[in-house]
Each structure stands twice: as C-alpha cells, then as structure tokens.
Nanobody, 124 residues
Framework: QVQLVESGGGLVQPGGSLRLSCAASGFTFSRYAMSWYRQAPGKERELVAFITSTGSNTNYADSVKGRFTISRDNAKNTVYLQMNSLKPEDTAVYYC?????????????????WGKGTLVTVSS
C-alpha cells in the first residue's frame, strides 16, 4: 500500500514561515525523486520544488526561489518543504509527489505517486 501523507499546513501571516512534511511508505523511497506541487483556487497545478533521489540536486519555481527549501531524509522516508517569507499568493493546496523511471525492455516507464495534499493559507 503506497502512501504519501502531507502534514504541516495551516494558516500563517504574510512574512511568516511554515514547514511541510511528506511521509512516504509502501515503496523504496530512496529510488524516487520527490517534488512539491501546489494548486491555488482557479489555477493550474504547478511544480514548486524538486529534489533528486539522493538529495544531490534541487530545483525551484522562480516564484519561490530564495524563499522555499526542499530537503529529504531517506532514512526517515520523508521529504520536507521549508517555506519562509510567505506571501498571500502562496496560498494553495500543496501536494507531495514521488517519481522514478524504471528501465524495461524496449522503453522506460515512469512510476508516479501523489499525496492527498495539505492546505496552506497565507493571510492577515
């Protein structure tokens, strides 16, 4: 049973900080790259942050660079998103994503898992 369970969302004032966690189970966490996505009301889901399976490299959406930090602890099967200097436009449901590419005969294929999301509301 594969599970990605997000936690840490809530209400925070502009300029505040929040740390999201995503606890993974049911698959080999260390083989998967992890990402955080978010979706605001009426908006498309967007990639916020990405981290490789080993944690050796990260990438961020331009809108969060310098404010958000993604990290992972493979021993704990957990990925984190530290969010600082939060803005009202950061308000969204944040989703945890796991992805790996499996080598197979003729072609490779992706395995993708999603969490159910956690709501972050930035408001004064």
């Amino acid at each position: 049973q594969v599970q990605l369970v997000e936690s840490g969302g809530g209400l925070v004032q502009p300029g505040g900080s929040l740390r999201l966690s995503c606890a993974a189970s049911g698959f080999t966490f260390s083989r998967y790259a992890m990402s955080w996505y978010r979706q605001a009301p009426g908006k498309e889901r967007e990639l916020v942050a990405f981290i490789t399976s080993t944690g050796s490299n990260t990438n961020y959406a331009d809108s969060v660079k310098g404010r958000f930090t993604i990290s992972r602890d493979n021993a704990k099967n957990t990925v984190y998103l530290q969010m600082n200097s939060l803005k009202p436009e950061d308000t969204a449901v944040y989703y945890c994503n796991a992805k790996t590419t499996v080598a197979a005969i003729y072609r490779n294929y992706d395995m993708v898992y999603w969490g159910k999301g956690t709501l972050v509301t930035v408001s004064s």
